[in-house]
């Protein structure tokens, strides 16, 4: 008897926003056409206008198998990117990927078994963040702490079940279009605006531990300080629209930032005031500093020696930098301080 199980699989299109990829966008092309899943497949790429060699690389992909469609993204940002995708795309399941992302061949098999036996309108899982350098694994290793980035799902695991938001996200394209695609105002955390206005209209956002796609960190401190430094401005703009959507933990960064800030300069005037001969009990300020530092070097000890010395030394570096960049990011977007959010990428 016929397998006609290829015949009754939902179509799938990837869909994947590119711009300055030139080291990453073939291994995440490549793990695409060596998925497993048995029903018919494209691979939308937007491709922004770029200027390291992405636009010849992604042509030259194109050019040899016709599964691989590009579409020029004028404006260059990821939501807008991701829109254009998906609007061309001819498939009811859509798979978001990113650039940095490589999935493994059984990805978009499990994810549509899963979307079709829990009904929801969006399932992903962890990215699991993996580093070739000893600086990329300690921030690889901070990804995946709880007191790295708060101890999402997304990034520790957990039991499968609804959630907030997932990583990149596997979609019903007819829910997509339903709810009005992603914001193209909202140059970060748009994955985590869309989420929101599924599960507000009647939707169930789905996460599974079964899911695990790896993700590139930034190659160095600058990148990584620019990315979170976008993402808390963000976060913090995203807060002050929808301030009942919010977990406290996204509030932890900053406050941080604060007490670290407000301890110092009290710890500051303390030694002012021992130099002057007053009492100088301001020193009691450097008590909230010196407790960050101690948070730092034991979440050092936990997370980061895993990888060996040098990455231990990084960890030291890169936790405040993810920390402060977020949180001082956070401050201004809560605020409103920053001059042109939307220039704001984190590229």
């Known amino acids: ?33 060596a998925q497993d899943y048995t029903g018919p497949f494209e691979v939308a790429i937007a491709l922004g206008p770029s200027i390291d060699g992405t636009t010849e690389l992604v042509e030259e992909l194109a050019s040899v198998d016709d599964r691989i469609r590009v579409f020029d993204n004028e404006v260059g940002s990821t939501p807008a990117g991701l829109n254009l995708a998906i609007r061309e795309s001819r498939y009811p399941i859509v798979i978001r990927v990113d650039a940095h992302s490589v999935l493994p061949t059984e990805y ?65 394209r007819d829910r997509l279009i339903e709810v009005g695609l992603f914001d193209e105002e909202i140059k970060r955390g748009q994955d985590w605006e869309l989420n929101r206005r599924l ?28 990315q979170f430094f976008s993402t808390g ?7 002050r629209r929808f301030p009942a959507s919010n977990g406290l933990r996204y509030f ?56 060996g010395f040098r990455p231990f030394l990084w960890f030291l570096v890169v936790l405040p930098c993810i920390h402060f960049s977020w949180g001082v990011g956070f401050i201004l977007g809560f605020l409103s301080l920053t001059r042109n959010i939307t220039a704001h990428t984190g590229r």
């Open 108 to 172: 978009a098999r499990i994810a549509v078994e899963t979307i079709v036996e829990t009904g929801a309108d969006n399932v992903g899982g962890l990215m699991d963040a993996q580093g070739t350098t000893d600086f990329e694994r300690a921030v690889a290793r901070a990804y995946g702490s709880r007191v790295g980035l708060g101890g999402t799902k997304l990034h520790v695991g957990g039991e499968a079940g609804p959630a907030e938001t997932v990583y990149l996200g596997v979609f019903r």
């Open 199 to 226: 599960r507000t209209t009647g939707g169930t956002v789905w996460f599974t531990p079964r899911l695990k796609v790896t993700y590139r960190p930034r190659p160095n401190l600058y990148r990584l300080a620019r």
């Open 252 to 307: 932890a960064p900053p406050v941080m930032v604060l007490g670290v800030a407000i301890g110092s300069l009290l710890g500051i005037a303390g030694i002012v005031q021992a130099a002057l001969g007053a009492a100088p009990w301001l020193l009691w300020g450097f008590v909230i500093p010196l407790g960050y530092v101690v948070i730092v070097v034991v979440s050092a000890l936990l997370w980061g020696r895993r990888d």
């Open 1 to 33: 008897m016929p397998d006609d199980t290829v015949n009754t699989l939902p179509g799938v299109s990837y869909v994947m926003p590119v711009l300055n990829e030139a080291t990453h966008v073939r291994a995440a092309v490549d793990s695409l056409l």
């Open 233 to 239: 401005i963000w976060r913090g703009e995203l807060a």
